[in-house]
Each structure stands twice: as structure tokens, then as C-alpha cells.
């Protein structure tokens, strides 16, 4: 039963000041085993704080990052699943589902995270699931302003994820859940 | 058939009283403790030289009638005389042992037990090996009933009990939503499509999710059990190292581990006022070990379940010194500890007025590890054993005889204690010495009786 918390597209402190005053207080050191980060934090603090939650984290270059040691994408390996991180700015059309798919498959992985769109999305394409964990201070976007914060939360245990999506949509904190199980044939698509 | 070399039984049974095993023991084995004994040592030397070659003589032809196998027997009991040459067994404690075992055993095997008559036996020492010492704490712990009809009966419901338990409240949040969705699942066919498309969205109540802080929150129980369940852990890891049962990587020691591990998590759910306290487990770890060691296969198997109960058998009594704010109540650990002194100032006003005035060493410094802890941190793991015999075996009930072979303790060191000042007592105390068994329990139960205790039982 590992916890992977995702999320991204923070725009601390050009875009917004600080997360939602609710995911902070559900956001606490000791549950949570790895975190995965999109990119735009952007800035060190923000870095610190989420390192503070859980030392294991791993992160993405966003275009606003002012760290500019992260790298453009990432891989890596939970319990029976290979996670693919990337920020998403660089995969044109921004959000397009078969793009990201190509970049599924050069990466070779059967979660791909991605941010830049501001908007949750959970897509099963192409053999793999595409997940999208929006903005979560619901910073706007360079599409839209309209953004709701939001994060996700995986449990990934043994061939099964259960995916939590944290929303807070008129300041209220509505949690969604999305299961899915991998097959065995989900890696020889080709 | 008598030889020369058996007149030792024949001499050491004109010699000694009924009671040989105990006085033959009380002064036999080396690490005896000098000051404390007022017994004689010269019949001890004679046995231990016609060790060797009587004692297996004298049984090879009780049991059979042809000399035959004796040249056998003595080349068998040479080789054994080797082994034992570093604890020096003598002739009359072997005799005496096994008499004892086949006395347990005898009453053990009976339809309707005589709890009185085996709480006599058991205090004076149950055997090692074989299931007798497993069987007999099972029943003086009242977790087996006296009538040996209705032991399959108690056996099974208590076992089946103890899974339910574990079930309902050691599932993992994860496990439990699992089986919840797959009862769902496997109502409906198509869950695995690999349609593409969005993911089906499911809305879920603000309690069942992984960051829920609600207190109803089947996720927020179990993190706040995590804590618990670590320290669990790391007094586990610490449990006996010298013992391959309890430490190690072995699978064996790991499932060890895992079983205490779920009986005392099980505990620290069931009792929220006491939750874990560090030294559980070592209170555990006899109890497991020798219900584990059971040569009855179905009896070690289901280890795990009767030594949970019999643990929160034995606990029920001592629970109280384990809640912090009962410390200085009538039931409390502070009051416990001065019974303690009352029963030493009973028996022995010269070293009570030595610790309490003239060194000043409280009993809170060093007994309430002995108290809270039965005594597991002072005496290596096989003399466990054989005081938690006599503890259990008590009429009047564990803390009682506890409370004896505490002051035992300390009357059996006076003359050091007597010599030492505060650091050399404290020290002393804190690092029990090595001592003979049989004789530390032999003078608790000669001690005076505690009259506060007495007012009680009665």
C-alpha cells in the first residue's frame, strides 16, 4: 500500500501565494510515501515545504521553474508500475492525447503524469493511463482562467491503483475515486 | 545387579528427606550465590564424583534384565557425563526431574484436573521440552477449564474469536476497500475493458480517503495505529537477541515477529487506555515461545491465538501499573512498590533500614522493571521459566508471589547490599547477579506473609 501524492502547476508566488488553506491542513508529513511534482513550483520554498511532507520527491522542470537543475522528464518504478513524470509544456498540442502517448511510449511507462493544461484530466489511451493532476492552488493557465486546485492521490497496491482526486471546487473539498487495475498485456502494445 | 557403584542412590536416599530434588538442586549448581546459603556443601562434592557411571547403571538395569546393554550404557552415559561435565547434573536431580514429569504428567492426564494439586506440582518446577509446561500455563491461567471434556469446545471458540478480532481490526483501509470493490466487481463483467476513454469517476464520502482526518476515518485510525504498530516494531527487534526464535532474518523469527507483532497491535486496540507500553513484549515473548514449542502440532499452530489470550490473561492482573495516571492510587505501581518495602521491613528490618535510610535507595529505581516486567529483564530466559512456574502456580495469585521473590531477591544479596552505598546498590540491583534458581524461589516462599496482601485475598 504505497501513497503517491501528485501534483503541480503551484505558480507560488507569481500566480498564487500558497496552497488552499484545506489541502494544507490535509497535506501532513507521514502517510505519504513518494510525491511526484509536474513542474512550476517554482520556487525553492515551495520545493522545501513539499520535501518537508515526504523525502522522497521527484520533479519535473516546469517553463517557469526558477530551479533550473530539475530535469524534463522522469521515470520511475513503484510496486509492479513504471511511472513516466513530465512537465507537459514541451509536448505540443498542450494536452493532446496522442502526443502524450507517444511520449508514453518513448518513456516506456504505464503512468504518465502531466501538468501545464491546469485541468484534472484521467485518460486510459493507448494501453496506458494518462494522468493529469491540474493546478493545485488552481493557479489560471495560459488557456484559462477558470481553474478549480486540485490534486491526486495514487495507493498503488500490487497491480491495482486506486487514484484519489482532490478538488476544491466552492470551497469545499470533494474527493473522487478512480480505480484501475493493470493487465498483463498493457506493456506489449506496440 | 547392585554393584559397588551404586551405593550412592541407596546412601544419598538414607541421607536426604523427601525432598531431595529441591536440596540436592539448592546447592549443586555453580552459580550459586555464597552469601545468601546457609546449606551444606559436602554431600554435594560426593555426588557429583559418582556421577558418571552410577546413575546410568542404576537405571539401565531397573529397566532391563539382561547386563548386556550396560557396556552400551556406559559408553552412552561417559559421553553424556561430558556434555553435562559444565552443569554438573547430579544423580538424585535427574531422578527427582523425572518423577516430577511423569507426577505432571500424570495429573495433567486426568479427566477432571485438580488445579490445587498441579499448582503444588507446578511450583516447584515444570519440566522443559514436551507440551507439559504449555499445557499446565494454560490451565493455571483459567484459560483451559479444569475438566479435560471441554477443552476442544473452549479451545476452538477462543481461537475462532481471536481470528475474528484480527480481522475486524487489523485489516488495512486499503484491504478492507479492496474486498469491498471486488464483491462489487465481481457482480459486474466488464470491469477490465480496455476501452479508452476517461476514467469512470467515483464520488466518495469525505471519511474514505487516504488524507481523511475525520476520526471515524478507517484511514485516519489505521495511520494513528502506525505509530503504535513502529514502536511494536522496534521493541520486537530488540526482543531476546540471543534467541534465534525471536531475532534474526530468518522466516522463522520473522513469523514470530509478525505473530507478536498482531497480538500486542490487537492489544493496544481492544485496551485505548493503555495502549502499548515497552516491555509488553517481553512479557509476551515466554508466553508465545512456549505455547509455540508445543510438541502438540494443533496446540503450536494456533500459538498465535492462545497466547493472546492467556497474555491478556496475565495482564488483567498487573494492567494497572501500566496506566500513567493510576501511578500513585491504591492500585497503582507506587503502592505496589510500597508493599514491597513493607514485606522487606517484615522480613528483614536490618536491610530494610539499610536501603531505605542509610543508602537511600528507593524501589522505584530498581523494582519497578522487576514488578511491571515479571522479573523477564533480570534472569536469563531459561530461569524465566521456571520462576514464572511458581508465579503462576501461586494460589493467592501473581503479583503476590511476585512481590515475595522481589524481597527474595533482595534478602538473597544482603551481605553485598549491606557493604554497598547508593551507586554500588543501585548498580547491583539494576544488573540482578547470577543466582541459583531453586533457592531464590525456596526462600520466597519461606518468607513471612504480607499481611496487606492477605487483608485483600481475603
Same mark, same amino acid.
Given at each position: 500500500?504505497?501513497?503517491?501524492?501528485?501534483?503541480?502547476?503551484?505558480?507560488?508566488?507569481?500566480?498564487?501565494?500558497?496552497?488552499?488553506?484545506?489541502?494544507?491542513?490535509?497535506?501532513?508529513?507521514?502517510?505519504?510515501?513518494?510525491?511526484?511534482?509536474?513542474?512550476?513550483?517554482?520556487?525553492?520554498?515551495?520545493?522545501?515545504?513539499?520535501?518537508?511532507?515526504?523525502?522522497?520527491?521527484?520533479?519535473?522542470?516546469?517553463?517557469?521553474?526558477?530551479?533550473?537543475?530539475?530535469?524534463?522528464?522522469?521515470?520511475?518504478?513503484?510496486?509492479?508500475?513504471?511511472?513516466?513524470?513530465?512537465?507537459?509544456?514541451?509536448?505540443?498540442?498542450?494536452?493532446?492525447?496522442?502526443?502524450?502517448?507517444?511520449?508514453?511510449?518513448?518513456?516506456?511507462?504505464?503512468?504518465?503524469?502531466?501538468?501545464?493544461?491546469?485541468?484534472?484530466?484521467?485518460?486510459?489511451?493507448?494501453?496506458?493511463?494518462?494522468?493529469?493532476?491540474?493546478?493545485?492552488?488552481?493557479?489560471?493557465?495560459?488557456?484559462?482562467?477558470?481553474?478549480?486546485?486540485?490534486?491526486?492521490?495514487?495507493?498503488?497496491?500490487?497491480?491495482?491503483?486506486?487514484?484519489?482526486?482532490?478538488?476544491?471546487?466552492?470551497?469545499?473539498?470533494?474527493?473522487?475515486?478512480?480505480?484501475?487495475?493493470?493487465?498483463?498485456?498493457?506493456?506489449?502494445?506496440? | 545387579?547392585?554393584?559397588?557403584?551404586?551405593?550412592?542412590?541407596?546412601?544419598?536416599?538414607?541421607?536426604?528427606?523427601?525432598?531431595?530434588?529441591?536440596?540436592?538442586?539448592?546447592?549443586?549448581?555453580?552459580?550459586?550465590?555464597?552469601?545468601?546459603?546457609?546449606?551444606?556443601?559436602?554431600?554435594?562434592?560426593?555426588?557429583?564424583?559418582?556421577?558418571?557411571?552410577?546413575?546410568?547403571? *542404576? +537405571?539401565?538395569?531397573?529397566?532391563?534384565?539382561?547386563?548386556?546393554?550396560?557396556?552400551?550404557? *556406559?559408553?552412552?552415559?561417559?559421553?553424556?557425563?561430558?556434555?553435562?561435565?559444565?552443569?554438573?547434573?547430579?544423580?538424585?536431580?535427574?531422578?527427582?526431574?523425572?518423577?516430577?514429569?511423569?507426577?505432571?504428567? !500424570?495429573? &495433567?492426564?486426568?479427566?477432571?484436573?485438580?488445579?490445587?494439586?498441579?499448582?503444588? %506440582?507446578?511450583?516447584?518446577?515444570?519440566?522443559?521440552?514436551?507440551?507439559?509446561?504449555a499445557?499446565?500455563w494454560k490451565?493455571?491461567l483459567g484459560y483451559l477449564p479444569?475438566?479435560?471434556?471441554?477443552w476442544e469446545k473452549e479451545l476452538t471458540e477462543n481461537r475462532l474469536k481471536y481470528a475474528k478480532l484480527k480481522e475486524e481490526l487489523l485489516l488495512?483501509?486499503?484491504?478492507?476497500?479492496?474486498?469491498?470493490?471486488?464483491? $462489487?466487481?465481481?457482480?459486474?463483467?466488464?470491469?477490465?475493458?480496455?476501452?479508452? /476513454?476517461? $476514467?469512470?469517476?467515483?464520488?466518495?464520502?469525505?471519511?474514505?480517503?487516504? &488524507?481523511?482526518?475525520?476520526?471515524?476515518?478507517?484511514?485516519?485510525?489505521?495511520?494513528?495505529d502506525?505509530?503504535?504498530?513502529?514502536?511494536i *516494531?522496534?521493541?520486537?527487534? +530488540?526482543?531476546?537477541?540471543?534467541?534465534? !526464535?525471536?531475532?534474526?532474518?530468518?522466516?522463522?523469527?520473522?513469523k514470530n515477529r509478525e505473530a507478536m507483532r498482531s497480538i500486542l497491535l490487537l492489544f493496544a486496540k481492544l485496551n485505548?487506555?493503555?495502549?502499548y507500553?515497552?516491555?509488553m513484549?517481553?512479557?509476551l515473548?515466554?508466553i508465545y515461545?512456549i505455547f509455540s514449542?508445543d510438541?502438540?502440532?494443533q496446540n503450536a499452530e494456533n500459538a498465535e491465538a492462545d497466547s493472546f489470550c492467556c497474555f491478556v490473561r496475565l495482564l488483567s492482573?498487573?494492567?494497572?501499573?501500566? @496506566?500513567?495516571?493510576?501511578?500513585?492510587?491504591?492500585?497503582?505501581?507506587?503502592?505496589? &512498590?510500597?508493599? &514491597?518495602?513493607?514485606?522487606?521491613?517484615?522480613?528483614?528490618?536490618?536491610?530494610?533500614?539499610? $536501603?531505605?535510610?542509610?543508602?537511600?535507595?528507593?524501589?522505584?529505581?530498581?523494582?519497578?522493571?522487576?514488578?511491571?516486567?515479571?522479573?523477564?529483564?533480570? !534472569?536469563?530466559?531459561?530461569?524465566?521459566?521456571?520462576?514464572?512456574?511458581?508465579? $503462576?502456580?501461586?494460589? !493467592? /495469585?501473581?503479583?503476590?508471589?511476585?512481590?515475595?521473590?522481589? @524481597?527474595?531477591?533482595?534478602? @538473597?544479596?544482603?551481605?553485598? %547490599? %549491606?557493604?554497598?552505598?547508593?551507586?554500588?546498590?543501585?548498580?547491583?540491583?539494576?544488573?540482578?547477579?547470577?543466582?541459583?534458581?531453586?533457592?531464590?524461589?525456596?526462600?520466597?516462599?519461606?518468607?513471612?506473609?504480607?499481611?496487606?496482601?492477605? +487483608?485483600?485475598?481475603?
Amino acid at each position: 500500500m504505497v501513497l503517491v501524492l501528485a501534483l503541480g502547476d503551484l505558480h507560488i508566488p507569481h500566480r498564487a501565494p500558497d496552497l488552499p488553506p484545506k489541502f494544507k491542513s490535509m497535506l501532513v508529513p507521514g502517510k505519504i510515501q513518494h510525491i511526484i511534482c509536474t513542474g512550476n513550483l517554482c520556487i525553492k520554498e515551495v520545493h522545501d515545504y513539499l520535501k518537508s511532507l515526504c523525502p522522497d520527491m521527484h520533479v519535473t522542470r516546469g517553463e517557469y521553474d526558477e530551479d533550473s537543475r530539475y530535469l524534463e522528464t522522469k521515470t520511475l518504478t513503484i510496486g509492479q508500475f513504471k511511472l513516466g513524470v513530465c512537465h507537459g509544456h514541451q509536448v505540443i498540442p498542450w494536452g493532446d492525447l496522442d502526443s502524450l502517448a507517444m511520449l508514453q511510449r518513448q518513456l516506456d511507462v504505464d503512468i504518465l503524469v502531466t501538468g501545464h493544461t491546469h485541468q484534472f484530466k484521467a485518460y486510459k489511451h493507448e494501453g496506458g493511463v494518462v494522468i493529469n493532476p491540474g493546478s493545485a492552488t488552481g493557479a489560471y493557465s495560459s488557456i484559462t482562467y477558470d481553474v478549480n486546485p486540485s490534486f491526486v492521490l495514487m495507493d498503488i497496491d500490487g497491480l491495482r491503483v486506486v487514484v484519489y482526486v482532490y478538488e476544491l471546487i466552492d470551497g469545499e473539498v470533494k474527493v473522487d475515486k478512480i480505480d484501475f487495475k493493470k493487465t498483463a498485456t498493457t506493456n506489449s502494445a506496440h | 545387579m547392585l554393584k559397588g557403584k551404586l551405593k550412592l542412590p541407596e546412601a544419598a536416599r538414607r541421607a536426604f528427606p523427601d525432598r531431595l530434588g529441591s536440596l540436592v538442586m539448592g546447592f549443586d549448581d555453580k552459580d550459586d550465590e555464597n552469601g545468601g546459603s546457609d546449606l551444606v556443601f559436602g554431600s554435594g562434592e560426593e555426588l557429583e564424583t559418582f556421577q558418571p557411571n552410577g546413575f546410568g547403571l *542404576d +537405571r539401565e538395569s531397573d529397566e532391563d534384565e539382561e547386563h548386556k546393554p550396560s557396556d552400551d550404557s *556406559d559408553l552412552r552415559i561417559r559421553q553424556r557425563s561430558d556434555k553435562d561435565g559444565a552443569s554438573s547434573v547430579s544423580v538424585s536431580e535427574i531422578i527427582a526431574a523425572d518423577e516430577k514429569r511423569s507426577d505432571i504428567a !500424570f495429573e &495433567l492426564s486426568q479427566k477432571e484436573i485438580n488445579l490445587e494439586k498441579l499448582q503444588r %506440582l507446578a511450583s516447584l518446577g515444570l519440566p522443559d521440552g514436551g507440551g507439559l509446561r504449555a499445557t499446565a500455563w494454560k490451565l493455571l491461567l483459567g484459560y483451559l477449564p479444569a475438566s479435560r471434556d471441554l477443552w476442544e469446545k473452549e479451545l476452538t471458540e477462543n481461537r475462532l474469536k481471536y481470528a475474528k478480532l484480527k480481522e475486524e481490526l487489523l485489516l488495512s483501509p486499503a484491504e478492507y476497500t479492496r474486498r469491498k470493490t471486488e464483491a $462489487l466487481d465481481a457482480m459486474e463483467q466488464d470491469v477490465d475493458s480496455p476501452a479508452d /476513454g476517461p $476514467l469512470t469517476r467515483q464520488e466518495i464520502s469525505q471519511e474514505d480517503h487516504p &488524507l481523511s482526518l475525520g476520526k471515524a476515518s478507517a484511514w485516519h485510525k489505521y495511520f494513528q495505529d502506525t505509530e503504535i504498530a513502529e514502536q511494536i *516494531d522496534r521493541d520486537l527487534q +530488540r526482543t531476546h537477541p540471543d534467541l534465534k !526464535f525471536f531475532s534474526g532474518d530468518s522466516s522463522l523469527s520473522r513469523k514470530n515477529r509478525e505473530a507478536m507483532r498482531s497480538i500486542l497491535l490487537l492489544f493496544a486496540k481492544l485496551n485505548p487506555a493503555i495502549r502499548y507500553v515497552q516491555g509488553m513484549n517481553e512479557v509476551l515473548a515466554p508466553i508465545y515461545y512456549i505455547f509455540s514449542t508445543d510438541t502438540d502440532e494443533q496446540n503450536a499452530e494456533n500459538a498465535e491465538a492462545d497466547s493472546f489470550c492467556c497474555f491478556v490473561r496475565l495482564l488483567s492482573d498487573s494492567v494497572d501499573h501500566f @496506566c500513567q495516571q493510576l501511578d500513585n492510587s491504591s492500585v497503582g505501581i507506587h503502592s505496589t &512498590l510500597s508493599r &514491597l518495602v513493607e514485606l522487606l521491613k517484615a522480613n528483614d528490618e536490618e536491610l530494610w533500614r539499610h $536501603l531505605e535510610f542509610t543508602t537511600k535507595v528507593n524501589p522505584q529505581f530498581y523494582a519497578f522493571r522487576w514488578i511491571t516486567l515479571l522479573l523477564t529483564q533480570e !534472569f536469563n530466559f531459561h530461569s524465566i521459566m521456571r520462576i514464572w512456574d511458581t508465579l $503462576l502456580s501461586n494460589t !493467592f /495469585g501473581v503479583q503476590e508471589m511476585l512481590l515475595r521473590v522481589c @524481597c527474595a531477591m533482595l534478602l @538473597c544479596i544482603k551481605s553485598r %547490599l %549491606l557493604s554497598g552505598d547508593f551507586a554500588a546498590n543501585l548498580k547491583l540491583l539494576q544488573h540482578y547477579p547470577e543466582i541459583n534458581i531453586e533457592h531464590l524461589l525456596q526462600v520466597a516462599q519461606d518468607l513471612s506473609p504480607d499481611t496487606s496482601s492477605f +487483608r485483600l485475598s481475603m
